[in-house]
T-cell receptor
Framework: GAVVSQHPSWVICKSGTSVKIECRSL??????MFWYRQFPKQSLMLMAT?????????EQGVEKDKFLINHASLTLSTLTVTSAHPEDSSFYIC?????????FGPGTRLLVL | GENVEQHPSTLSVQEGDSAVIKCTYS??????FPWYKQELGKRPQLIID?????GEKKDQRIAVTLNKTAKHFSLHITETQPEDSAVYFC????????????FGTGTRLTIIP
């Protein structure tokens, strides 16, 4: 298999602050990583595709200026939730592809107060 | 784009009985169909996948069938056990480059002891 890690595993922040989430592929290189958001009892909703060395591709309805994605190396992608609000509270999960199989990180639970 | 529908949304099965979850997809070019199991608060874990060049794949108590003509695929779990209780997601994608996965809405499977 392949291992994908995320940090932090959970974060609580005040409304208006920014939060950065890291996604790492530990034992393989990933030119592409994916960021998902999952609300309680719902499916995974793709937010954006993170491309190493180039701009991320955002899904329809996802604000690129609010959810900043940086994929600076072949093993690290970051998602920054800027000016977070309570409605941004969710479970954020990243994934990376190895040999056509998509492996998920453990997720980051964000609570915005 | 791809659209994946999944049924049922909830399923309760007596321990030892079989469980079947069904998915349909819309993009005839999709050729990779993974199934993920997600326990509460955890990451989705790949349990089995199938590619469009085969019609059925089995791994111990888990099997997946694919009907390309009808564009549907199913997950079969036999001899269910309490630890099979979880949310199961089907997904579909074109297996070229780093195409994104499109997920179904999920099935909450409960195994009744």
């Amino acid at each position: 298999g392949a291992v994908v890690s995320q940090h932090p595993s959970w974060v609580i922040c005040k409304s208006g602050t920014s939060v950065k989430i890291e996604c790492r592929s530990l034992d393989f290189q990933a030119t592409t990583m994916f960021w998902y958001r999952q609300f309680p009892k719902q499916s995974l909703m793709l937010m954006a595709t993170s491309n190493e060395g180039s701009k991320a591709t955002y899904e329809q309805g996802v604000e690129k200026d609010k959810f900043l994605i940086n994929h600076a190396s072949l093993t690290l992608s970051t998602l920054t939730v800027t000016s977070a609000h309570p409605e941004d509270s969710s479970f954020y999960i990243c994934s990376a592809t190895k040999d056509s199989t998509q492996y998920f990180g453990p997720g980051t639970r964000l609570l915005v107060l | 784009g791809e659209n994946v529908e999944q049924h049922p949304s909830t399923l309760s099965v007596q321990e030892g009985d079989s469980a079947v979850i069904k998915c349909t997809y819309s993009d005839s070019a999709s050729n990779y169909f993974p199934w993920y199991k997600q326990e509460l608060g955890k990451r989705p874990q790949l349990i089995i996948d199938i590619r469009s060049n085969v019609g059925e794949k089995k791994d111990q108590r888990i099997a997946v069938t694919l009907n390309k003509t009808a564009k549907h695929f199913s997950l079969h779990i036999t001899e269910t056990q309490p630890e099979d209780s979880a949310v199961y997601f089907c997904a579909a994608k074109r297996e070229s480059g780093n195409e994104k996965l499109t997920f179904g809405t999920g099935t909450r499977l409960t195994i009744i002891p």
